[in-house]
T-cell receptor, first 113, second 113 residues
Framework: ETGVTQSPTHLIKTRGQQVTLRCSSQSGHNTVSWYQQALGQGPQFIFQYYREEENGRGNFPPRFSGLQFPNYSSELNVNALELDDSALYLC????????????FGPGTRLTVL | TQLLEQSPQFLSIQEGENLTVYCNSSSVFSSLQWYRQEPGEGPVLLVTVVTGGEVKKLKRLTFQFGDARKDSSLHITAAQPGDTGLYLCAGAIGSSNTGKLIFGQGTTLQVKP
């Protein structure tokens, strides 16, 4: 059974740039959630995707957007990067019948300079 | 606003000691998860509790969900250096199928040999 994978592992961008982060869900899981974890904090929910549609969103501006593909993999896109976007971005997958039980990937560390 | 407060925030103990971490909220959760996270990695799911008053054991770890489903505790017996890490509680709001997890800020545990 393959776990959740994310790419890239680390990324450095400058203010105003755009970034795309990628996630492959655990085998058999069809729901993907994205979280932002600032240093020393717990993860914060960005949004969730199911059946290729956004299915719930946290308090993040529209410049945070996502996609889910037919194979359940997902992308997180952030436009007009700000310094405060520097964080660990986590992807989690789950089954549609137990969306609360989520399995996390290793994360992508984004640094915005 | 749903908030999960974890206490203590930091804990440094000697190998062999017992400890308890608390997770409290004024909100009712349909389920609650406990995760353990190592530096630079994603959270690893330890347990999901669903029923008020439920107790689950995982080797030396005991998890309890409060009767009113507003709080939870994690008790570790005879802590070992391998237990060192960040412990996070996360609550699912609404039904267990909303998938939006609210995380506490975490408890950093250090177990010294």
């Amino acid at each position: 059974e393959t776990g959740v994978t994310q790419s890239p592992t680390h990324l450095i961008k400058t203010r105003g740039q755009q970034v795309t982060l990628r996630c492959s869900s655990q085998s058999g899981h069809n729901t993907v959630s994205w979280y932002q974890q600032a240093l020393g904090q717990g993860p914060q929910f960005i949004f969730q995707y199911y059946r290729e549609e956004e299915n719930g969103r946290g308090n993040f501006p529209p410049r945070f957007s996502g996609l889910q593909f037919p194979n359940y993999s997902s992308e997180l896109n952030v436009n007009a990067l700000e310094l405060d976007d520097s964080a660990l971005y986590l992807c989690a997958s789950s089954l549609v019948l137990r969306k609360d039980t989520q399995y996390f990937g290793p994360g992508t560390r984004l640094t915005v300079l | 606003t749903q908030l999960l407060e974890q206490s203590p925030q930091f804990l440094s103990i000697q190998e062999g000691e017992n400890l308890t971490v608390y997770c409290n909220s004024s909100s009712v959760f349909s389920s609650l998860q406990w995760y353990r996270q190592e530096p630079g990695e994603g959270p690893v799911l330890l347990v999901t509790v669903v029923t008020g008053g439920e107790v689950k054991k995982l080797k030396r770890l005991t998890f309890q969900f409060g009767d009113a489903r507003k709080d939870s505790s994690l008790h570790i017996t005879a802590a070992q250096p391998g237990d060192t890490g960040l412990y996070l509680c996360a609550g699912a709001i609404g039904s267990s199928n909303t998938g939006k997890l609210i995380f506490g800020q975490g408890t950093t545990l250090q177990v010294k040999p």
